[in-house]
Structure formats: C-alpha cells, structure tokens
C-alpha cells in the first residue's frame, strides 16, 4: 500500500483532495470508513487533543491499524489541532501517520521555534524506525473550536501572505502547511466565508508543498472546488459530521423514545455522518 505522502502526492497531481474528518466515536469512524469505502478513495481520520484524549491515544491507533491491516484499506490517521511539542511527541510515539503543530496564537517566531522541534523530531523517529510521518503546521487566522457562531469573526480578514508562508515553511522544513485564506473553524450562522482562490495559488507556486484548508464545514461548494483547483490536497471537515450526529441521535430518541439498545439509538448517526461524508468526498474528487 502506498503511503499517506504519495497518496497526497498524487491527489495533487490529479487536482482533487483528500478528505479528512474528525471522530470522537466508533459512530463517526464508521460512518466516515463507510463512505470512503464505498467510493474507493483514501480518508484520513482526525483527532484533536480533547477527542484524542475521549476516544484514547493508542486506541485510535489500534482502530485505524485494525481496518488498514484487515481490509488493506488507505485510512490514515493525524493528530490534529496538537497545541504542544509534548503532545505532538505523543502521537507520533503513539504510531499516528501524521501531527498538525498548531502555535498559530503565538508569535510567528515561536510558531517557527515549537514546529522545527516537531519537524526534527519526527525525522528523528522515521530515520531510527522507517515509519514515514508527516508534519504540518497553521499559520495565519482559521479561528478555534467545532462551535457554531452567530457571525463570521473579524479575524477572518487576517490572511496568510506569500512571504510569510515562504518563510515559514522553510525554516521549518513542514511537510504541509495551513494557511489562512479565508475559512473559519465551525459553522457560521450568518454569512458565509469565502476562500481566496489567487492567494491559495500563489502560495502553492511558492512553497512547494500541500496545502491543507481547514474550517471547511459551511464553505460552498464551489469554494471547494475552487480551492481545490488552485493548490489545496487535503480539506478538513468536522463541525457538519456533529452537527449530523446530534441531529440523528435526538430525532432517534424522540422518534423510539422506548429504546434502550445503544446500536439501535445510534444506527440513524451513523448513517447520518456517512451521508455527509460521501457527499464530500465525491466534491472534493469530482465524481457525479
């Protein structure tokens, strides 16, 4: 099986993304494996620190190895959103496939400073072990959190430019980067963000690497599509997976409101994020 590097690699090159979305349960795991495999397209599963810490470290791990192993299946899985060397230091030791350094509420300079650490020490782990394992880092605003919020924040205006993102991929040596070009973590009630295609170009010609949208959920579709078409390999979806699963559990409930079996409660969830998930997918790949 082919890495998740030239998996990025080749998505790149045939202009579409992978998709990656986040869990904090078997529910979503599920939904999302479903969808994927239906298309035949590879996925990459998503953990920040707190759904990590819910779901467990090197149980995420032992899931996502499970399914690769048993079904010879390209699901990855990246530590996302890791706000510290310790934690990045975790995952990879952990056996995650790839980590997101994220100082981006620091300084531009210790943002560079905690991201060569992890760049360093990833190459130190695949040069003593052989796994390949990827680093990326956000500068810029993408705002926080998987909440949903009244208007679009002011710091959405604040994008990446072309010499910061030069800069910092190369005194870092990241392996992909997440720049801000005008997505916003969560859902936005009021107002949509849009994404600034030229600007995604311009960097993508400059630095040489993937690029990575975040806070994809609520974006139209053809800021994706046009995303997509000017340099971005991966997009990140998570607010739309739990806004579908709280949505499906409450109307389970009330609809069985006698059930008490777990499986039967949560079935409608999980086809309800996979719904969501192939949706995507096929966006994000150009398929009818």
Request: charged share 25%.
């Amino acid at each position: 099986m082919k890495t998740l590097r030239e998996y990025i690699k080749d998505a790149s090159e045939r202009g579409v993304a992978i998709g990656h979305f986040n869990i904090s349960n078997l529910e979503a795991l599920h939904g999302i494996y479903n969808a994927a495999k239906k298309l035949n397209l590879p996925v990459i599963i998503g953990l920040s620190e707190g759904e990590e810490k819910f779901v467990g470290r090197e149980e995420a791990v032992a899931l996502i190895r499970a399914i690769r192993e048993k079904d010879n299946y390209p699901i990855f899985l990246n530590a996302d959103h890791h706000t510290s060397f310790d934690s990045v230091k975790g995952a990879i030791d952990a056996g995650f496939d790839a980590v997101i350094i994220d100082q981006a509420k620091f300084s531009f300079e210790e943002n560079i400073k905690v991201t060569k650490q992890c760049v360093e020490y990833a190459h130190e782990v695949m040069k003593n072990t052989g796994r390949d394992i990827l680093v990326e880092s956000e500068i810029g605003y993408i705002g926080t959190g998987s909440d949903i919020k009244d208007n679009i924040p002011e710091g959405a205006g604040v994008l990446t430019t072309v010499q910061d993102a030069k800069r910092f991929v190369d005194e870092t040596g990241i392996d992909m980067l997440a720049p801000s070009v005008g997505s916003i973590h969560g859902l936005i009630k009021s107002g949509k963000p849009h994404i600034d295609t030229l600007l995604v170009k311009k960097i993508k010609e400059t630095v040489g690497i993937p690029l990575v949208l975040h806070g994809g959920s609520g974006l139209r579709d053809e800021d994706f599509t046009n995303a997509i078409a000017s340099g971005i390999s991966i997009v990140h979806i998570n607010s739309e997976i739990r806004f579908a699963f709280k949505e499906a559990v409450k109307k389970s409930i009330q609809e069985n409101p006698d059930e008490i079996v777990p499986s039967k409660i949560l079935n409608p969830a999980i086809f309800a994020i996979e719904q969501i998930v192939e949706s995507r997918l096929k966006l994000f790949n150009g398929i009818k």
